[in-house]
């Protein structure tokens, strides 16, 4: 198959993006979404659709059948069927890296023919097949730690992608949690996570799992040697070998750190950080779910990836997701958007989101080295939704700002009784229908008690939070961030805008601690490190 390559042409120069754009002008831009409602009485069932499990309600959207077929011709004129088919054939369409991006190979079957020529992809079942075997001798007991004990305790060990994903999926699927074993995680660089943990961990049932591709990333080896140490004091040098395990594909770093060779799993080039939960990254969480759930969560995802790669575009999940919120960002001006989950096992959902979207498209440069012209990533943020009522949706309800909402509603408990999650799903369905109706006190009399309305949201139900349907969720988002960087012409999978500060940091180091001056010409770094060097 040919190499995908963009269209010279820029995204506002595209016929199908200026249609949108008078289509805007003309018509859409003084809707109501009321009116919409009025004008069409079966306009639910029209603007709604199912895939597997999730059903998605996008009818709270600004959008008509005209904006829809114009989307989908963006889509289209874009080039995104051949885009799709280039990601699963394992082109390499991480064009600044060189790379293929196979995150959909890791949840495949073999008989779904996803990018087998590619090197390492017929190691992936392999690979698996190992990671369930540890996963079920740890479980079993088989695996213990230095003293005999069962190892109940997994401490993840990684930062961004090597973090979020196994903490989110990790959090989301507590009801899956097996018995005795518990799950935490160790990210930031400045110690406390660790020291927090080391105070009520047992030594002799921890085992810690270190998530660095290189083995070399500062935040991850630090915490990572502070824990070695902490085995080291309370059980001996020798335990290292019993106490961690790694995914990582540095054979030498991890022979030097002691690493059990038993204890490594390996993954490829083109696992991105960001999309890296069903690999060996996704060790730690196995280790607490258990092999069968994990499986499980990667079937769920397979399943939104089958309909991401048959579904017509204009009846595709994640390519309505991403051009409702491309008509969102790029005409309508929204420069945020809201996730709010009403299940609170689902509580890290919008930080991992976070990184997945803000990550990926928070670009500014075309993959042709050119500037972009239109806005690209919107900025991410929520809590889970009974909370957030409580703090940030008098800004949603009644502030200046246009931010749309993804509303995420399980409609049974995940661990509370059903009658509490009625009222969650009962606040979900009043906060969504509120945002669009709008309220004015004493027809309009009382200013400061009027909510305005006509404020888009989008809502996806699934029945219950599995590891199935979490599998399914995240593709669903993976693949909208893909849909997104297609239409702007952008690399979605480098991540080069987190080096700079990164290398920063080491070099200034030396001279935080005292041991060199500062060599940069920065006034404000300079006189913010002789007030470091002053207290310490």
């Not at 992608?161 to 799950?183: C, E, I, K, T």
């Not at 995680?185 to 080391?198: A, F, K």
């Not at 309305?453 to 029945?463: A, E, V």
Request: hydrophobic share 40%.
């Amino acid at each position: 198959m040919p190499e995908r390559t963009l269209s010279d042409a820029y995204p506002a120069d595209l016929l199908s993006w200026q249609a949108l754009q008078a289509h805007y002008d003309g018509e859409m831009r003084s809707k109501s979404l009321a009116d919409l409602f009025t004008r069409n009485q079966q306009r639910f069932t029209g603007y709604s659709l199912d895939a597997g499990d999730l059903f998605l309600d996008y009818s709270k959207n600004f959008i008509n059948a005209k904006t829809r077929k114009l989307l989908t011709k963006l889509a289209t004129e874009a080039g995104l069927p051949a885009a799709i088919n280039s990601m699963f054939a394992g082109e390499p369409i991480n064009t600044t890296e060189n790379r293929s991006v196979l995150h959909v190979a890791l949840r495949a079957k073999m008989s779904d023919q996803v990018a087998l020529h590619v090197q390492g992809v017929s190691d992936i079942w392999l690979a698996l097949e190992q990671m369930t075997k540890f996963v079920n001798a740890v479980q079993k007991g088989k695996i213990v730690g230095h003293t005999g004990r069962k190892l109940t305790d997994i401490v993840n060990i990684g930062i961004g992608g090597s973090d979020l994903g196994p903490v989110m999926a990790s959090r989301a699927l507590r009801h899956y949690w097996q018995p005795g074993m518990n799950f935490h995680s160790v990210s930031n660089v400045d110690g406390t996570q660790l020291i927090d943990l080391t105070e009520h961990l047992n030594p002799e049932e921890t085992l810690f799992v270190i998530c660095s591709k290189t083995f070399t990333t500062q935040e991850t080896m630090v915490n990572a040697n502070a824990a070695s140490d902490w085995i080291s004091n309370c059980l001996g040098g020798d335990a290292i070998n019993k106490h961690f395990a790694a995914a990582s594909t540095n054979q030498k770093a991890m022979d030097v750190f002691g690493i059990n060779p038993n204890y490594r799993f390996g993954f490829w080039d083109w696992v991105g950080g960001r999309y890296s939960l069903w690999s060996a990254v996704g060790l730690a969480l196995a280790l607490v779910i258990g092999a069968d759930q994990f499986w499980a969560l990667l079937a769920g995802a397979r399943r939104m990836d089958q309909h991401f790669r048959t579904a017509p575009l204009d009846a595709n999940m994640p390519v309505l997701l991403a051009m409702i919120s491309i008509w969102n960002n790029n005409f309508f001006g929204a420069q945020s958007q809201a996730i709010l989950p009403y299940d609170n096992r689902l509580d890290r959902f919008p930080a991992y989101l976070q990184q997945l979207q803000m990550e990926s498209n928070g670009k500014s440069v075309r993959t042709d080295g050119k500037p972009v012209t239109v806005d690209t990533g919107a900025v991410i943020w929520g809590e889970p939704g009974s909370n957030a009522q409580h703090s940030f949706y008098q800004l949603l309800h009644q502030g200046t700002r246009y931010a749309p909402v993804d509303f995420i509603l399980p409609l049974s408990s995940s661990g509370g009784t059903q009658a509490q999650q009625d009222l969650a799903i009962a606040n979900c369905l009043a906060q969504s229908e509120a945002l669009m109706d709008g309220y004015k006190e004493d027809g309009g009399k009382s200013p400061h008690k009027t909510h305005p309305g006509n404020r888009p949201s989008n809502t996806i139900m699934m029945n219950r939070l599995t590891p199935s349907s979490l599998g399914q969720l995240v593709a669903l988002y993976e693949h909208k961030v893909f849909v997104e960087g297609v239409i702007w012409g952008i690399n979605s999978f480098d991540q080069f805008g987190v080096e700079l500060g990164k290398r920063l940091a080491g070099d200034l180091l030396p001279a935080v601690t005292g041991q060199t001056g500062y060599k940069g010409g920065n006034g404000s770094t300079r006189g913010l490190l002789a007030r470091v060097n002053k207290k310490q």
